[in-house]
């Protein structure tokens, strides 16, 4: 890639944002954000008491995502965030328009047998019905590419990476 790409790695609670995202940013030579780290407290406190997050909760964790990937443009990053919705990604593109996504899907009994053994993150199994009830898959006028979570995370990392070689050159 001649410019960087600003890759939001997206997908439903479990799926593997938190360690394919690190992983893809160096591979890539890009500077990595953690996307549960720009929500406020308050969403922070509302996730672990099993109680989902409304529109109005996260507009401003959206803001401070696409503040952050427009900071990026031109020089490339990869954040995670989840991006269920894709009045959620126009937010996104709004802040950022070059930006991409990679959607890391899987099989829910997978997704969710991780989850049960990951430690100490706020995100309770009990929401992840929620999640995928919540989620719009990307559309086909929207820049990016799904990626299933089967296999270890180097693999999974490789397959993204691949296919984001196989994108335009992102518009500024």
């Known amino acids: 890639m001649n410019t960087p790409h600003v890759v939001?790695?997206?997908g439903v609670a479990g799926t593997g944002k938190t360690t394919i995202g690190?992983?893809?940013?160096?591979?890539?030579?890009?500077?990595y954000a953690e996307g549960d780290d720009f929500h406020p407290q308050a969403?922070?406190?509302k996730m672990s008491a099993g109680t989902p997050l409304t529109d109005?909760?996260?507009?401003?964790?959206?803001d401070a995502i696409g503040e952050w990937a427009h900071g990026?443009?031109?020089?490339?990053?990869?954040?995670?965030?989840?991006?269920?919705?894709?009045?959620y990604r126009d937010r996104l593109r709004a802040a950022a328009p070059g930006v991409v996504f990679v959607h890391l899907t899987g099989d829910?009994?997978?997704i969710e047998d991780r989850m049960s053994h990951r430690e100490g993150h706020f995100m309770p199994t009990a929401l992840l019905d929620s999640q995928f009830a919540t989620l719009q898959p990307l559309e086909s006028d929207e820049a990016g590419v799904g990626v299933d979570v089967l296999g270890s995370p180097e693999e999974?990392?490789?397959r993204a990476a691949n296919a984001l070689e196989d994108l335009p050159e992102p518009v500024q």
Do not use: F, Q
Not at 22 to 31: D, E, F, H, S
Not at 56 to 62: A, G, I, K, S
């Open 22 to 31: 690190p992983l893809l940013a160096a591979r890539l030579g890009v500077p």
């Open 56 to 62: 109005e909760d996260r507009w401003p964790w959206l």
């Open 8 to 10: 939001v790695v997206m």
């Open 43 to 45: 969403n922070i406190a």
């Open 72 to 87: 990026r443009a031109g020089l490339g990053g990869v954040v995670s965030c989840s991006a269920l919705k894709r009045s």
């Open 108 to 110: 829910r009994a997978l």
């Open 156 to 158: 999974i990392t490789e």
